[in-house]
């Protein structure tokens, strides 16, 4: 089992619809990244949480220590929100990486 | 400010050759690291430097070798490559988050 679990892995949507995205882990973490990967490649840091709730525009990320779950959403989705969307979490060692959710937002 | 600038972007190796993927990063982090992605799978762990002249293994370091003479550059060196080292590769630092460079797209055939 993998120490971090995304899902879903494939997501379609509308343009306008709230997008939610699932990040469950199993190991003690001290913080914990959501990332972005466009189709070209590169990848963007967009949060990185250690508690509650953090928002960049329409984007926001909510992590439950507790309950070793985040969660990214995506509020009025748009076709450019289309990319690879990764959670990672840093615990003992080094950061371990979900193998993402691909969002795909049409117009 | 370039981030993390990587190269080359693109490389087909034969079996059994050798190569170095460059990284090299202005932000004056001290933290480094090499990552390989492949198909449907999360991003792992190759080696990383949490200073010049500090290097250690990842989680999949066989393969591949490492050096940290400067803050700046954290070059990973394939010996013998094979095709099982085909992934897509991905250099990193950190201060308190993390700049990804733009990756390095590697074929072994």
């Known amino acids: 089992k993998n120490e971090v679990e995304q899902s879903p892995q494939n997501l379609t949507a509308q343009e306008g619809e709230f997008i939610t995205i699932n990040c469950s882990y199993s190991v003690g973490i001290s913080a914990l990244h959501w990332l972005q990967q466009h189709p070209g490649g590169g990848i963007v840091s967009l949060f990185m949480l250690s508690s509650g709730k953090k928002k960049h525009g329409r984007l926001i990320a909510t992590i439950n220590i507790q309950e070793k779950h985040s969660s990214l959403h995506i509020t009025a989705s748009h076709p450019r929100d289309s990319a690879v969307y990764i959670c990672a979490v840093r615990g003992p060692g080094d950061m371990r990486f979900g193998a993402g959710t691909r969002l795909t937002v049409k117009p | 400010n370039a981030g993390v600038t990587q190269t080359p972007k693109f490389r087909i190796l034969k079996i059994g050759q050798s190569m170095t993927l460059q990284c090299t990063q202005d932000?004056?982090?001290?933290?480094m690291y090499w990552y390989r992605q492949d198909p449907g799978m999360g991003l792992k762990l190759i080696y990383y430097?949490?200073?010049?002249?500090?290097?250690d293994k990842g989680e999949v370091p066989n393969g591949y070798n490492v050096s940290r003479s400067t803050t700046e550059d954290f070059p990973l060196r394939l010996e013998l490559a094979a095709p099982s080292q085909t992934s897509v590769y991905f250099c990193?630092?950190?201060?308190?988050?993390?700049?990804f460079g733009s990756g390095t797209r590697l074929t072994v055939v």
């Open positions: 990193a630092s950190s201060y308190y988050g993390y700049t």
């Open positions: 430097s949490v200073g010049a002249g500090i290097t």
């Open positions: 932000m004056n982090h001290n933290y």
